[in-house]
């Protein structure tokens, strides 16, 4: 049992790299290395530092005393969703393992990513402070997504965003929109940009609503468009003003002698972690969604 425990161990540790490799927000996970461990298991503490600016310099006084402030700040974790699923027991470890490993990566691919993206990008678009288009609008055409990010572009600009590390979100349809207009000013756009990820519609909303898989009609699970939400034509984010961190864990794998419930092995995945932004930095989301 041993042996089978070790094989299917080795299947879970790549359950991450099938996840990064399906959402288009992993790119976006912050250095677990700056936050701390909080009073409870569903927070963490995050540094934040504030200081006062220049003041006159006076030649017989010297230099006006400053003060320099560090903070923590207690964030806890708002996304927690989970599933069991069972396989069928087989006749040996390494089929059992092979059937574990296509499960758990499509269940990755096909459920996990995408609304793990779509509650990032919602959670995001309702943060108070960010930038966004004053009025929703539809893209018609490629030189409408060229104004448009142009527009987002200038506001991060003047709002003194560094453009390093921007990172244009942008659905499938509109990129080929600017892809075919194939010109100079739509190239020194798109080039504005550290990195472009396509994100299809089906994942881009300004609100969604969770499936708690238990309420009749939500049995399924999943997500769907809130009533409220809108199309995002496009986000553009500057990583550094995100707090994301992940945790994807197995919490634990039955095997079929100890599964009371059929003979199989029960295998338990859940996704807990946190999407936000800090107060200071609501200048490096920018929104622009559909009317």
């Not at 390494?94 to 990566?105: D, M, R, V």
């Not at 018609?140 to 142009?150: M, P």
């Amino acid at each position: 049992m041993a042996i089978n425990i070790t094989l299917f161990k080795k299947y879970i540790n790549l359950l991450d790299e099938v996840y990064k490799n399906a959402a288009v927000t992993s790119v976006l996970d912050s250095d677990a290395s700056l936050a701390q461990q909080g009073a409870n298991t569903n927070e963490i503490v995050i540094p934040k530092l504030s200081m006062d600016g220049l003041a006159d310099y006076s030649r017989n006084g010297g230099y006006v005393g400053g003060s320099v402030t560090l903070t923590n700040e207690t964030v806890t974790f708002n996304y927690d969703r989970g599933r069991k699923f069972t396989v069928d027991a087989m006749d040996n470890e390494e089929t059992a393992g092979l059937a574990f490993g296509k499960l758990s990566s499509e269940f990755l691919r096909t459920r996990v990513a995408p609304e793990m993206d779509a509650f990032r990008f919602a959670t995001y678009a309702e943060i108070s402070g960010i930038s966004k288009v004053s009025a929703g609008a539809t893209l018609a055409d490629g030189a409408a997504v060229i104004s448009a990010l142009r527009g987002a572009t200038t506001q991060m600009d003047e709002d003194e965003v560094p453009m390093e590390g921007r990172i244009l979100f942008i659905t499938p349809t509109l990129k080929g929109l600017v892809e075919d207009m194939d010109t100079t000013k739509s190239r020194e756009v798109m080039g504005r940009f550290s990195q472009l990820i396509l994100v299809p519609q089906t994942r881009f909303y300004t609100a969604i609503d969770l499936k708690d898989g238990t309420t009749s009609g939500e049995e399924a699970g999943g997500f769907a468009k809130a009533t409220d939400g809108k199309d995002i034509n496009f986000m553009v984010i500057h990583k550094p003003a995100l707090l994301q961190y992940t945790k994807h864990t197995v919490n634990k794998i039955i095997t079929p002698e100890a599964n009371q419930e059929s003979d199989g092995w029960m295998f338990f995945y859940r996704a807990y972690g946190l999407a936000d932004a800090y107060e200071n930095k609501a200048a490096g989301i920018y929104l622009h969604h559909k009317a």
